[in-house]
T-cell receptor, first 117, second 113 residues
């Protein structure tokens, strides 16, 4: 299957700082990328959907000014957690889709563990 | 409102044994139903994807079934291996909501030697 790479795999940052997470589709053009957050022993929660070249669509309850998403190219989307707070500590996962028919497979990155201290 | 419910929440089996995981959903209409395997600290990996017209799909030792009438799906794992220890997530694509993926909470499987 297609490869989606996230970087970094884990990161620790201080409260109040900002941290970016990259999501790259390595062997296909991703017209749509999704960002999820996952807390321990819980399922993935969709945060936002981003389409290349346009503004991201955020799910209800997700602060767009806190979780900045940039999808500048067909192979790269970036999630930036701004003014990080310990409650933002979580596992962040991206997925990428090449669009097309609804049955198009979505490929997930390996996830990024963010710890805010 | 839980649109995708999985059972059991967790399961422990001995290596070599078979097991079946259940998924009930209320998402309607749906485009497709997927099963993913997620190792701890990793992203989900696709096992199977079925449209509403498909009843069964296999991927090696994994066999998924789908009954669109009763809105139930199952994932059967044959001859379990230690490496099968993971969370198994049932995901339904919502055809009325831009094909948004609706995730179940997963079944945590532990295979013991």
């Amino acid at each position: 299957g297609a490869v989606v790479s996230q970087h970094p795999s884990w990161v620790i940052c201080k409260s109040g700082t900002s941290k970016g997470i990259e999501c790259r589709s390595l062997d296909f053009q991703a017209t749509t990328m999704f960002w999820y957050r996952q807390f321990p022993k819980q399922s993935l929660m969709l945060m936002a959907t981003s389409n290349e070249g346009s503004k991201a669509t955020y799910e209800q309850g997700v602060e767009k000014d806190k979780f900045l998403i940039n999808h500048a190219s067909l192979t790269l989307s970036t999630l930036t957690v701004t003014s990080a707070h310990p409650e933002d500590s979580s596992f962040y996962i991206c997925s990428a889709s090449s669009g097309g028919p609804a049955n198009t497979e979505a490929f997930f990155g390996q996830g990024t563990r963010l710890t805010v201290v | 409102k839980n649109q995708v419910e999985q059972s059991p929440q967790s399961l422990i089996i001995l290596e070599g044994k078979n097991c079946t995981l259940q998924c009930n959903y209320t998402v309607s209409p749906f485009s497709n139903l997927r099963w993913y395997k997620q190792d701890t600290g990793r992203g989900p990996v696709s096992l199977t994807i079925m449209t509403f017209s498909e009843n069964t799909k296999s991927n090696g030792r994994y066999t998924a079934t789908l009954d669109a009438d009763t809105k139930q799906s199952s994932l059967h794992i044959t001859a379990s291996q230690l490496s099968d220890s993971a969370s198994y997530i049932c995901v339904v694509s919502d055809a009325q909501s831009s094909y948004k993926l609706i995730f179940g909470s997963g079944t945590r499987l532990l295979v013991r030697p």
